[in-house]
């Protein structure tokens, strides 16, 4: 029997002992073992949880809704959305043929020549790698440095997920990291629906206020951590049932140690403040809107962050005016 078929047989097959499928692994595999689609009706994949590093799969304790199976299949149900530098897919993770199942967001840095790498050089000031050799390659932009540079886009917004998700920020849970795609968290509904971008939505003023607050106290989580988005609109913030989830972190910048650090700082902020202004949030609107309820958290999700009560910075008083969120971000940083 080749490899790949008993590779299969182990998924499903409880009744062989320990014993034997030890017997079968210590022989070579085959060509195609590691073939992800083996076996697989067109368009699926074995679940490739128990493919990437331990150090490049999501923060302990796994969320509970995850799918760790490795008898899992991902299948593909669509794209998402196409970006200049990314697709997003949409996959379902499930276990045939009725097990638990969870919907992912795959986001694929697209390979050397398909992509615009139009954040680059910008960014890249502040991370540089230690071999002058692959600096060198990336800045000539050859197909192996555009290779490497897409790796390090994937590896960057893994990396600042995982640390946004640990400090608490509403983000999209980091499940994994293979190669040049990160796979999180879907935010949207259970049919596939994707959460609205905040851009898109038009949110009544009581609305407009809670959702501003959660941005702020998401920002200065941010800043105290010394991070800027470094690419924060009102296009890469989500809005699912009420919940303000920050999206697209690849070029997060740390403010301290590049050289522009302040600046992204105050870019950022003034591009969602320009946003709320425009939607009407004003100085009085907040003042005359009491912190009520805490925000929302996502049902059946313990690490959503559901009804934080427990007052918090960016969430009371002294929560800023748009005019005002740049200055405060810079002071929360120490940078002013
Ligand atoms: N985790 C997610 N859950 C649901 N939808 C998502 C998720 N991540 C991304 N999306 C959708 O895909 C779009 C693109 O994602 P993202 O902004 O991360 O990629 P991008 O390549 O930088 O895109 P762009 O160039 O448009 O900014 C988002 O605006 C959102 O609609
Ligand atoms: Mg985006």
């Not at 989580?221 to 890469?236: F, I, P, R």
């Not at 070029?251 to 969602?272: M, S, T, Y």
Request: glycine residues 10%; proline residues 9%.
């Amino acid at each position: 029997m080749p490899d790949s078929a008993s590779r299969r047989k182990y998924r499903f097959d409880d009744e062989e002992p320990v014993f034997a499928r030890r017997q079968q692994r210590r022989s070579l595999p085959a060509e195609d073992f590691y073939d992800p689609i083996d076996g697989l009706p067109e368009g699926d994949r074995w679940s490739t949880w128990d493919l990437p590093a331990a150090g490049d799969r999501g923060p302990e304790p796994y969320p509970r809704w995850l799918v760790t199976e490795l008898a899992a299949v991902d299948t593909e149900l669509g794209v998402l959305k196409t970006g200049k530098e990314a697709d997003v897919y949409l996959v379902r993770r499930g276990v045939p043929p009725s097990g638990p199942s969870c919907l992912l967001a795959a986001k694929r840095y697209r390979d050397a020549g398909h992509r615009m790498f139009h954040r680059d050089s910008a960014y890249r000031e502040g991370r540089r790698v230690r071999q002058s050799r692959d600096n060198r390659a990336m800045a000539k932009g050859t197909a192996v440095g555009r290779q490497m540079i897409a790796d390090q886009w994937a590896r960057a917004e893994f990396a600042a997920l995982c640390q946004l998700h640990q400090a608490g920020v509403p983000v999209p849970y980091p499940v994994q990291l293979l190669g040049t795609e990160v796979m999180q968290e879907f935010i949207g509904e259970a049919d596939g629906t994707a959460a609205p971008r905040l851009a898109e939505t038009r949110p009544d003023p009581a609305e407009l206020v809670r959702l501003w607050r959660q941005l702020v106290r998401s920002l200065t989580t941010l800043a105290g951590l010394g991070l800027a988005h470094g690419d924060l609109s009102a296009y890469n913030l989500l809005v699912h049932r009420g919940r303000l989830v920050m999206i697209d972190l690849p070029q997060v910048v740390d403010v301290i140690a590049h050289p522009r650090g302040a600046e992204f700082l105050d870019r950022d902020a003034a591009n969602v403040a320009r946003w709320f202004t425009a939607r009407g949030l004003t100085a009085d609107l907040l003042n005359a809107t009491p912190p009520g309820h805490p925000d929302p958290g996502e049902p059946g999700r313990p690490d959503g962050g559901a009804g934080r009560a427990d007052p918090v910075p960016g969430q009371g008083a002294e929560v800023p005016a748009p005019e005002d969120l740049g200055y405060y971000l810079l002071r929360e940083a120490r940078l002013a």
